[in-house]
Structures are given as structure tokens and as C-alpha cells.
């Protein structure tokens, strides 16, 4: 039986994780691949007893690893972007495979190392990198093939989904953040979390092999879970809705310009829709396809088990390609579409988006105050859908919370301008978007 060596650089949650899966399903390993596995290098400056890593040899020069000949997959889990990169593109110009999980470098760098990768003949699978243990790019990539991907819509950031879970029930923000850092869930930096960026990364991966884009992280439009406030959910719930922190791609249609969408910001959902019972660090993405219709990937988005069950499945495709030679040639490219088939398709700039939106607006008590919002709202061509001007007790700020119809960005944006020059509003205006995902 053929033996394929294997190097894991990083044994923090994830690299941790990927040693014990591959050790205890090692029997059923082998009989689907029809080959032996075996760990021949960890790259890790800690030590891990509680790891059995017997007859591995451990180093913490990662560079030096991957240039090992008893090295046939890297499997990469340390992050971060510049030495993650350093090492791949000499991992590449060894003949590595390498497996990795690092969404931001693949979102940010992933252009040149695929191109570097293809050249090569190697192949960088990333399958851990996007909505943790669900097998969302193998689905996109594979099982939807056949289809024109419409829409993306996709709650892709665990951390982020415990925690407006956790609010949801109560708890402070801060107790929340605490405990998903604690069970492994968030970033190194937690901020890439709250704020959108791991999600952004994670989006920018998606749209790209849904429509055969470029890797462009630097056009996602990205607002984080900190914007949200405990009386916007209250709000949100009392008109029939839920928010959750999306991931949108979108294919414009009837504009235009038929651009694409890149967006990564919380969103009112219906409640009525399956997305919105989505909670706790499980992700969801929705797919809307022109054959298929709306498809939906629900599990685990983040965790050591999750996360390892999707790195050793894409080490298992890899296994198999390298047993039988020729196989690898069959692999389906890294973005899904032929190198030269990724084409340019314009990106909208969020003032081109047309949306629905929920504003709340905190006024001072005075006659005429909601004339005059209106009144800014539909100069502006804004058709207000419902509105609720909360109780006031003793003189004190009035909440006034508006949904409009669909309406360009802009046109929001010009509106919002001109109710913070009332003297009457407080500012700033809460601004989110609202998406029926039907
Ligand atoms: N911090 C990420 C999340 C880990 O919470 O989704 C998985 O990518």
C-alpha cells in the first residue's frame, strides 16, 4: 500500500484537531483512499503532550520543513498572511500539495498562489478556509457545476453568529466574545470577526469560484456585528424579523449595468425564512442557481472537529490524485473555472446596490418632528414601507424606527445626510439593510 507523508505546520486548535482525526478514522482513512497516511513532520514552537506525536519529528523551522523530500502534503493551519505565503511559495517550488485553511490568505494572495500552484503542477486545496466543516467550495466547485450562480447569501463567520445568538439570549457581548475565543472558535484577532473581515475573506473566496471573478477582498463592502445594538434586534423582531451578519454575492440583474454584488454586513431577514434559525457558530450559505433553484449548506462554521474534518477530506482528494498518476490532472481548478476563463465582471460600489432599509432615528419631542422625516424621506424618493414612533416618557428622546421599499444606496445615503442636519435628530441614524432572500 502506497504511503503519502504528510507535514502540519501549526498545532494550535485546528492543526491539533487535524492530528487527532486522522489518527482515530485512520482505519477508515485508508480504506477509502486505498492508501497509508502517515504524519511525518509537525512545524510548532509549542509542545504538545497531550498529542500523540510519537515517532514525528517536530521542528519550529517551518521553512525547512516544507522543503523535507519525506513530504508529499503540507497541510497549513498556523494563518496570518506573510509567513503563511513565504511558506506555500517555497512548499510549491518543492512539488508540495498543500492543504491549507487560511482564509485570508488565500482571499488575498490567491491569484498568484493558484497561479504559482498551477505552473507548478501542484494543487492548493482550501475547502477548511470557507464556512468551516461544511463542504461549500466542493459543492460549488463540483456540485453545482452545471448551474449560473445567481445569489450567495451565506452566514460565514461562527464566532460572529455565537455571538448575536448569545445577545439574543441575553448575554453581554463581551461574556459572549470570551467564550467563543475560549472553545476555539474565533480568529487571533477577534476584531476580524466582529467586524466583518474573516467573513469578508470567506465572501471574496466564494464569489470567485461562483462566478468565475478574480479574488478581489479589497472591493467587499464590510460592516461588522458592532454596529448592531441590543434595541435593533428588539426593533428587528417586533416587525418580523431577524439580523444576521450575511456574506452577499449577487449577480445584478435588470440594471444597467449588470454588475456583481460583494457585501458583508447584518441584514434583516424575515423570520419566516430557514436562515434566520440559523444559530450559535453554525454557518449557512444559500445558493441560488439557475437550474437547481435555492439550495442551502448548513453546520459547523468554526472548531477544531469541523475545521479537521474539512482539511483531511481535501488531504484525502489529494492522497488519491497522487497514488494515481494522471489523477491529479483531473482535479477541478482552484476557482472552479479554467485559469484563463477567470474574467473581470464589474464590481458595484455599495451606492449602485438597491435594497430595503430600516433606519431608527432618535428624535427630540416636538410638533411637526415626523412630518419633517417624512417629508426628507419621500423628496428623496424613498417609499416608507412601515413606521413606529415608540412612547415617550417625560420629554426624553423618541426612537421612530422606518422600513422602506427597495430603494439605490445612494438615495438612502443622500436622506440620511439631510435627517442628521435636523436639529431635531440625534446623530448618527442606524442604517441596516433589509433582504427577503426569496
Ligand atoms: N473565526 C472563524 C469563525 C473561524 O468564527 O468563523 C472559522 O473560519
Known sequence: MRSIKLAILGLGTVGAGTVKLLQENLTEIKRRTGCDIEITHVGTRRDRPDLNLEGVKQSSDLLEIVRQPDVDIVIEVIGGIDFAEELMVEAI??????????????????????ALADKAGVFIAYEAAVAGGIPIIKVMRESLAANQIERLAGIINGTGNFILSEMQSGASFETALAQAQELGYA????????????????????????????LQFDKVFCEGIDIIQQADVEYARELGFSIKHLGLAIRQTGQEQNKIELRVHPTLIPTHRLITHVSGVKNAVMVKSDALGNSMYYGAGAGAGPTASAIVADVMDLVRALANPGAANQLVPHLAFQPDQISELPIAD???????????????????????????LSDHGINIESIIQKRTQNNQAVPIIITTQRVLESKIDAAIRALESLEAVNTPIVRLRIEELN
Do not use: M, W
Open 93 to 114: 517550488k518543492h512539488g508540495k500539495h498543500i492543504v491549507t485553511a487560511n482564509k485570508a490568505l488565500i482571499a488575498e494572495k490567491g491569484n498568484e498562489l493558484f
Open 350 to 376: 455599495i451606492s449602485e446596490v438597491i435594497s430595503a432599509y430600516y433606519l431608527r432615528l432618535t428624535t427630540i419631542d416636538e410638533l411637526g418632528v415626523l412630518t419633517r422625516v417624512t417629508r426628507i
Open 187 to 214: 480568529e487571533a484577532d477577534p476584531t476580524f470577526d466582529v467586524q466583518g473581515i474573516d467573513a469578508a475573506h470567506k465572501l471574496t473566496i466564494l464569489a470567485s469560484i461562483a462566478f468565475g471573478i478574480p
